[in-house]
């Protein structure tokens, strides 16, 4: 099977009239999935670490698949001498590293094809040696159709660290106190680790639903899993937590709803 993907590779193919329109479909999008999948899984054989897949870069890779489709070749660079380092450059997509597979089948199916293409590159020394990069820790993935034709383009890059951290909480809790009531969120984080280049968390940030129905932040050592807030009432009270990574990148909120006793306390 190899040797066939191989003479593809080289060999030109001719390309019927209703072959002309490049086709995308969500089973393309599934099939991008299933080769970062197996991607992934040799650079594990081999004892790498996972890359992670960067949707920008993927939207270069749809291009240069599309590209090679729509114009009928199959090479790194493009006629009008734009390759995939330019197209990221160009796209403000910052990359220090930055290597290309590409393959393509003909008259087999799309499942076959992305099931197999990994195993294509791994097959292929210069191929293997990208996908298996030590320096990498982000790829790009696209395919195109045309006809019965499919294109497969992988980009890896080493990029700075561009996945936002998370948080989960772990307990919530209260405590009468002189005055009102005390409340306490307990929370970890952690920064989804890359091949290379994880930033780490610099910091938390807790807010507070307020009155008014916005969000208002509650201040502390930033640096801290755990926050104590003082209130007067009680109540329904709903705070938010996130992460910020060394990199800027902020994680999603998560969110915390605690009842607390209604009513004002005096003095203890």
């Known amino acids: ?4 993907l191989a003479a593809a590779l080289v060999l030109p193919t001719p390309v019927a009239a209703s072959d002309r329109a490049v086709v995308r479909t969500p089973k393309l999008r ?4 299933r080769l970062l999948k197996d991607i992934n899984r040799v650079r594990r054989r081999h004892g790498r670490k996972p890359l992670r897949l960067d949707k920008r870069t993927s939207s270069v ?21 734009d390759d995939a380092r330019r197209i990221l450059r160009r796209r403000a997509i910052s990359a220090s590293e930055v290597t290309e597979n590409i393959g393509h089948t003909v008259g087999l199916s799309l499942k076959a094809g992305s099931n197999r293409m990994a195993t294509w590159w791994y097959r292929s020394r210069p191929h293997r040696i990208q996908m298996l ?16 034709r499919f294109t497969y383009t992988a980009i890896f890059t080493r990029s700075r660290d561009k996945t936002g951290p998370r948080v989960v909480i ?33 910091r938390f940030e807790l807010e507070r639903r307020s009155v008014l ?8 050592d930033p640096r801290r899993s755990q926050r104590s807030i003082g209130l007067v009432g009680g109540g ?12 800027g990148n902020k994680g999603p909120w998560v969110y915390a709803q605690v009842r607390v006793p209604g009513g004002r306390r005096g003095s203890a």
């Open 1 to 4: 099977m190899f040797a066939v």
């Open 133 to 148: 990069a030590r320096d990498i820790n982000y790829v790009g993935i696209g395919i195109a159709r045309r006809g019965s």
């Open 61 to 81: 890779a749809r291009a240069r698949s599309s590209d090679m489709a729509a114009k009928r070749y199959f090479a790194h660079v493009e006629p009008d001498g």
């Open 170 to 202: 772990d307990e919530t809790s209260w405590r009468p106190v002189a005055g009102g009531w005390q409340v306490t969120l307990d929370w970890h984080g952690s920064d989804p680790k890359l091949a290379v280049g994880t930033a780490g968390i610099r």
């Open 236 to 247: 329904e009270q709903r705070f938010r937590v996130r992460a910020v990574d060394k990199a």
């Open 213 to 220: 129905d916005g969000w208002d932040r509650v201040e502390g």
């Open 30 to 33: 599934a099939a991008e999935t």
